[in-house]
């Protein structure tokens, strides 16, 4: 099984950025896909998920109604959509995947950095 991120980069307060997570390996009918981030000095921190099969998303209240997470069925591939970033979001973000039915995230890809800075 195999995630891979990509996407990250440097951008301004205020801004955008779109980050990607790539599958595979997965059986895509029992699936979660996630994000964590970490930053320096800082524990890790759940940003958000979606059950790959119903679609339905969950996300952590400090990102809530700024980021989205979709999916491509076609690409195996999960985005999340970062608008209004905050200095505060400057962090490593980390693509994670679990069973549906599970609590603990078992798989996890490399992470890419986002730097929010002016």
């Known amino acids: 099984v195999q995630l891979q991120a990509s996407g990250g980069g440097l951008v301004q307060p205020g801004g955008s950025l779109r980050l990607s997570c790539k599958a595979s390996g997965f059986s895509f009918d029992d699936l979660a896909i996630g994000w964590f981030r970490q930053a320096p000095g800082k524990e890790r921190e759940f940003v958000g998920d979606i059950k790959w099969t119903a679609g339905t998303t969950y996300y952590a209240d400090s990102v809530k109604g700024r980021f989205t997470i979709s999916r491509d069925n076609a690409k195996n591939t999960v985005f999340l959509q970062m608008n209004s970033l905050k200095p505060e979001d400057t962090a490593v973000y980390y693509c994670?995947?679990?069973?549906?039915?599970?609590?603990?995230?078992?798989?996890w890809g490399q992470g890419t950095q986002v730097t929010v800075s002016s």
């Open positions: 994670v995947a679990r069973e549906a039915s599970a609590v603990r995230y078992r798989y």
